[in-house]
């Protein structure tokens, strides 16, 4: 045979080897269901490279934008850490390009793009602790779409300015590196990097372990669109194999396909595997994040229930002396605490927000030798000045201010010796509740340290005041005291009572319901009542305020009148009537209105009572709390 004709020879031999090659594989094909499918195969392409595919209960997802990879590392969104995990320990500051983390003895201001050791461990790395993901642009500029990570050498530092939107930072995502969150919280993210899938970690999550069946089980793709991530060609059963799976080992379930689970590996990968070939379906049980804990130091724990008074009027500039004392007699046994006014959100000469101090040494030293804590107390309703919401956000929303207050307070503490700060700002707008529950954050960390017990002032749970944060605020704070009167207020257009029974109750409920921990809460008690003034076509005319015993004289004495007792507000009713077809009405406090408010804080098991303000209060209601604080109820 000539070399032509063995030319021609092999290359017949090659095609019919090629040809039987194909043929037999396909053979095997179906016999043993086993294609296998290549890494290379598995992800979709996408748009942006830092995207994540997020597995969950409920499925699979390539838009999550709670989770993105830069430089090879998986970054967090701070919202989803807040919720999750963090209890909202970080703030994002836009206005001045950090976020601030913030936990019960520490507060760190951590610049965009930069890393910090969060947990004191000293691994760092080089890489950014947080990120900065912009918001897509609007349809008008389609050529800057795309999510863009910033670092913090390409944004704007030099605005701190404390206008109501901060644009220092535009619109988007702050991101914190996962690795940090799990050294903080022990949060297992089950991430594969060469897959990009994320398994969440959630008390939902499902898992099943391949057993032994008598044959060999396979991680399978199914070709259809959308099918999860697989890709997959030619198959005779519907079913196409990626790899053979090892008894006992898991599988993550994620949903049903007929007689096949949904799944994924251990190392991200998505598939099929057959009802029948793993275990029964289970729960993955995920271990409780434990945060530091915001609970009262030892040494700044009552004993037993507590009872409070504002003092207003004799402290207020700071002023003490032998009448001060005085009007302290036969109080002794009915008060724990005493809140003297002393601090108050005022303006400097420039009109520069500042807080204006009254305190006085004296009357520190001589409540502490008549056994009494004294909880300095910040206020600003007593303002003289129009603009007072524009000077507390503008003095909360900067964090340079807000931190220099929190600064000033502990100084002021260190100064004085005083037990405790009483913060009660008041009908705020909702867009400085954010700085407020940073405020609160930020002193939390700051005088808890130092001995300096924190508690704050928060009226009933409604939709309108949401921003305060209840459920923050009881954590944060060793007390919050429930400010349940002002149901009807002055200049209210419906007459009706300051703090009905009813509605007291509701709101200790749902400040329970909201976070507060019972006994945290303390439960505050009106020392007055209000006229209501209706002119002849039953119209609110006008209010006067009055202390608890003056009313129930005025109407007595006065009026002539024996009021009712109103089983539908806990109180008794009184009114009058003159020639000209005007009225007044009255909702009266007495002991027997008090008693009612101090029996609901034992049933509840309340920390204790407060009464607003000292000077309005009767002996009878002092005897009441008093006998609440020896336990009785």
């Known amino acids: 045979m000539d070399k032509k004709n063995v030319w021609i020879a092999g290359g017949i031999i090659a095609v019919l080897f090629i040809f039987i090659l194909i043929f037999g594989i396909n053979e095997i094909r ?37 989770f993105k990879v830069f430089s090879g590392k998986l970054y967090v969104s701070l919202d989803y850490v807040n919720e999750q995990y963090a209890g909202d320990r970080f703030f994002l500051d836009r206005a001045s390009n950090m976020v601030i983390y913030t936990n019960s003895t520490q507060i760190m201001n951590c ?74 919280y022990g949060v297992d993210f089950r991430f594969s990097l060469d897959n990009r899938v994320l398994i969440l970690q959630e008390e939902m999550t499902r898992y099943v372990t391949v057993q032994e069946p008598g044959y ?20 005779n059963d519907g079913y196409q194999v990626y790899r053979e799976l090892a008894a006992g080992e898991t599988l993550y379930v994620y949903g049903e396909d007929g007689d096949y689970y949904r799944v994924a590996d251990e190392g991200g990968i998505l598939g099929y595997v057959a009802k ?54 036969g109080m002794e046994d009915a008060l724990a605490v005493l809140a003297p006014i002393w601090l108050h959100v005022w303006e400097d000469d420039e009109g520069n927000p500042m807080i204006q101090n009254s305190i006085n040494q004296e009357y520190i030293d001589w409540a502490h030798q008549q056994g009494h ?34 600064q000033q307070i502990l100084q002021w ?93 509701s709101g200790v409920q749902n400040s329970l319901t909201e976070g507060i921990s019972a006994d945290k809460l303390v ?51 009184a009114e009058t009537v003159y020639d000209d077809g005007s009225r007044v009405q009255v909702w009266l406090e007495d002991v027997r209105s008090m008693q009612k408010r101090i029996d609901l804080a034992a049933e509840q098991n309340l920390s204790g009572v407060a009464m607003w303000y000292k000077g309005w209060e009767t002996i009878e209601v002092l005897d009441a709390v008093a006998s609440y604080l020896d336990g009785g109820q």
């Not at 060999?216 to 198959?235: H, Q, R």
């Open 276 to 329: 029948d070939a793993v275990g029964e379906v289970q729960y993955q049980e995920v271990p409780t994040v434990v945060l530091d804990s915001y609970e009262m130091p030892e040494e700044l724990r009552f004993d037993s229930r507590i009872s409070v008074i504002w003092d207003y009027y004799s402290t207020g500039n700071g002023y003490f002396d032998d009448s001060v004392v005085e009007s302290y007699a």
């Open 30 to 66: 179906g016999i043993v269901d086993m294609v296998f499918v290549t890494t290379d195969n598995v992800l979709p392409e996408t748009e942006n490279a830092e995207d994540v595919i997020v597995l969950s209960s409920e499925g699979y997802t390539t838009d999550s934008e709670d």
């Open 111 to 184: 610049a965009i793009g930069q890393g910090y050791d969060l947990t004191g461990n000293g691994n760092v790395g080089s890489n950014a602790t947080f990120l900065f993901v912009e918001s897509p642009m609007s349809e008008e500029s389609p050529e800057d779409s795309a999510s863009v990570l910033t670092p913090i050498d390409e944004l704007s530092a030099e605005d701190s300015s404390t206008e109501e939107v901060d644009e220092s930072l535009p619109e988007g995502t702050a991101y914190i590196l996962a690795d940090q969150v799990t050294d903080l």
């Open 523 to 573: 439960l505050c008690m009106p020392l007055y009542t209000r006229f209501w003034i209706l002119d002849s076509s039953g119209e609110v005319d006008r209010t006067d305020t009055v202390p608890m015993q003056q009313a129930w004289d005025t109407v007595t004495e006065n009026w002539g009148v024996e009021p009712q007792w109103d089983d539908s507000t806990g109180q008794y009713y």
């Open 413 to 505: 503490y260190q100064e004085y010796g005083f037990d405790g700060l009483n913060v009660d700002l008041e009908d705020l707008e909702d867009r400085v509740g954010p700085y407020y529950v940073q405020f609160m954050r930020e002193l939390s960390a700051a005088l808890r340290p130092a001995g300096c017990m924190l508690t704050v002032d928060l009226g009933v749970p409604s939709e309108w005041t949401a921003f305060y944060d209840r459920e923050t605020m009881g954590r944060v704070c060793d007390y919050v005291c429930l400010m349940a009167y002002d149901e009807h207020y002055a200049g209210d257009t419906t007459a009706g009572s300051v703090a009905s029974y009813p509605w007291v109750l």
């Open 216 to 235: 060999t089980v396979y991680l399978k793709a199914y070709p259809e669109e959308g099918a999860p991530l697989l890709t997959v060609f030619g198959m």
């Open 373 to 406: 804590k004294v909880w300095v107390t910040l206020e600003n309703v007593d303002n003289t000045f129009e603009d007072i919401d524009d000077k507390l956000y503008e003095l909360l929303s900067n964090t340079e201010t807000r931190q220099a207050l929190v």
